[in-house]
């Protein structure tokens, strides 16, 4: 079970810090993934990272602008968001998958928490 929370109103080139907190024993077994979805759009990848916190994958929108860590010992999964922009303004979701890679596609991940909201204004 995922539970993401953080969102909120922001101005542009503004901060936020989002969190997905999990439950089970084996949270430190999945990889987890932030996906966000704009009104009227699709939902895209963000970030993702595996199970140990080593490796990361971000999307061109938002490398060196996001980033995406991990506290196994509390079962969380952070991204901060800094330098937000209006464009950035979506429903952002977070979800895991058992396993190593980090794959950017939604189908391949079967668990996924509730959305929060995170509205940036110009």
């Known amino acids: 079970q995922l539970q993401a929370s953080g969102g909120g109103l922001v101005q542009a080139g503004g901060s936020l810090r989002l969190s997905c907190a999990g439950s089970?024993?084996?949270?430190?077994?999945?990889?987890v993934a932030w996906f966000r979805q704009a009104i009227g759009k699709g939902r895209e990848f963000i970030a993702g990272i595996n199970w140990s916190g080593a490796s990361a994958d971000y999307a061109d929108t938002v490398k060196g602008r996001f980033t995406i860590s991990r506290d196994n010992g509390k079962k969380t999964v952070g991204l901060q968001m800094n330098s937000l922009k209006p464009e950035d303004t979506a429903v952002y979701y977070c979800a895991a998958r058992w396993g190593v890679p980090v794959p950017d596609t939604e189908s391949r991940y079967p668990y996924w928490g509730q959305g929060t909201q995170v509205t940036v204004s110009s």
């Open positions: 089970g024993r084996t949270f430190s077994d999945y990889a």
